[in-house]
């Protein structure tokens, strides 16, 4: 990707205080209050309480038996719901600090969410697996791990991304070619249509807008494609490279995209992060880049208190890393916004792209919060897709 002249800074971010010993691989907003979930390798889900705004704590912990790969909260913010390697489907209730387990896969659980099905008089969750299914748990059913789903759909093939808003469920899933399949919640019992996704590599992320009318796919190739629900013109459906560096000896390093999410306010703003270490804002209805952000630093400099991500950001210069040679060049794993948009929740640690040899202690997990301004959602310098 070319250099952005509307490169914003990262010197107000502030880390949650964490007791987090592994990579964090999903974070997730209540959608009522300023809580964050925090799913990681080190088998938890962490709770934190950042309403205060002068300062931040853990709040509650989910436990599991494996690396927890997904969480999300319940509609009302009653409820968090996580999946991962044991296979299990894993129940907080926030009012009284007790967990349960609602259900179970065959293989690793990779995402979770909780949807709104239309005419369902009950919270529903739905998980995606690499036991190739997909499933819709009824909460109201008696918690077990030997719990029969709902509703199950058979994908075909192991599922990699997952996500759901108004009425769309979408599901990325492995394959030569990759495929990707929507659902109508009207319709959960089937497979509204399967289709070959535009991109070639390995679907990493899977993100549906505020309303259901647009989804994106992230890929390990560094590239996204946008689809319109129901597109009106070939334009509305497009592709686009990043997290990309700059060409060295005509060699370009491509970077894994981890995590993509649209904004809940403004559904046109999509958010994506890679194991290069930085996020970037994009205006998907214009078709440019928004803002971007510098590579995150491998262990984190000395933050300022929380309550300065809610005041207005000061320039200040910075300095990037442009060569993907970095050894100990820390990845951002999951991202979240919160759920009036104002926050923008991201997890720095290692995402293994590099192996065994690429990890090292200097790289410190942790979560940190930016606080989400005017440039960043809109922005007055633009630098067109590269397509």
């Not at 495929?179 to 497979?191: A, F, Q």
């Not at 803002?291 to 950001?313: D, E, M, N, T, W």
Request: hydrophobic share 40%.
């Amino acid at each position: 990707m070319p250099s952005a002249p509307n490169l914003g800074t990262l010197d107000k971010d502030v880390a949650l205080p964490s007791g987090i010993e592994d990579t964090v691989q999903s974070l997730s907003w209540s959608p009522v209050a300023d809580k964050l979930a925090a799913a990681s390798w080190d088998k938890k889900v962490h709770i934190y309480d950042v309403a205060a705004k002068l300062r931040a704590q853990e709040v509650s912990t989910l436990t599991t038996d494996a690396p927890v790969l997904s969480c999300d909260w319940a509609k009302d913010g009653t409820k968090v719901i996580a999946g991962g390697a044991d296979r299990k489907l894993h129940l907080l209730d926030m009012a009284t600090n007790k967990q349960a387990v609602i259900g179970s896969h065959d293989a690793a659980v990779r995402r979770v969410r909780f949807v709104k099905v239309p005419g369902a008089n009950a919270p529903i969750a739905v998980s995606g697996s690499w036991d190739r299914t997909v499933k819709f748990w009824d909460l109201r059913q008696p918690a077990s791990e030997t719990a029969s789903a709902a509703i199950t759909l058979n994908c075909g093939e192991r599922v990699y991304g997952l996500d759901a808003n108004g009425e769309l469920l979408v599901v990325g899933t492995a394959d030569d070619q990759p495929r990707v399949h929507l659902v109508d919640l009207k319709n959960p019992g089937e497979i509204l249509k399967t289709m070959d996704t535009p991109l070639v590599r390995q679907t990493r992320a899977v993100a549906v807008n505020a309303d259901g009318s647009t989804w994106a796919l992230a890929s390990i190739e560094g590239r996204c494609a946008i689809n319109a629900l129901n597109a009106k013109s070939s334009r509305e459906n497009f592709t686009f490279k990043c997290h990309r560096d700059l060409p060295v000896n005509n060699t370009t390093q491509i970077w894994t995209i981890n995590d993509i999410q649209f904004h809940p306010v403004r559904k046109h703003i999509l958010a994506t992060a890679g194991s290069d270490g930085s996020f970037v804002f994009w205006n998907t209805a214009q078709r440019c880049k928004a803002r971007g952000y510098p590579r995150v630093p491998a262990s984190p400099p000395a933050a300022p208190s929380l309550s300065s991500i809610f005041s207005s950001p000061t320039k200040t210069k910075t300095k990037t890393k442009g060569s993907g040679s970095d050894a100990h060049q820390a990845a951002i794993t999951a991202v979240s916004f919160s759920h009036d948009g104002g926050v923008f929740a991201y997890a720095v640690g290692y995402d293994w792209c590099r192996g065994a040899a690429g990890n090292s202690r200097d790289i410190k997990t942790r979560v940190m919060l930016h606080n989400v301004v005017a440039d960043d959602v809109g922005g007055q310098k633009r630098v067109t897709f590269l397509t």
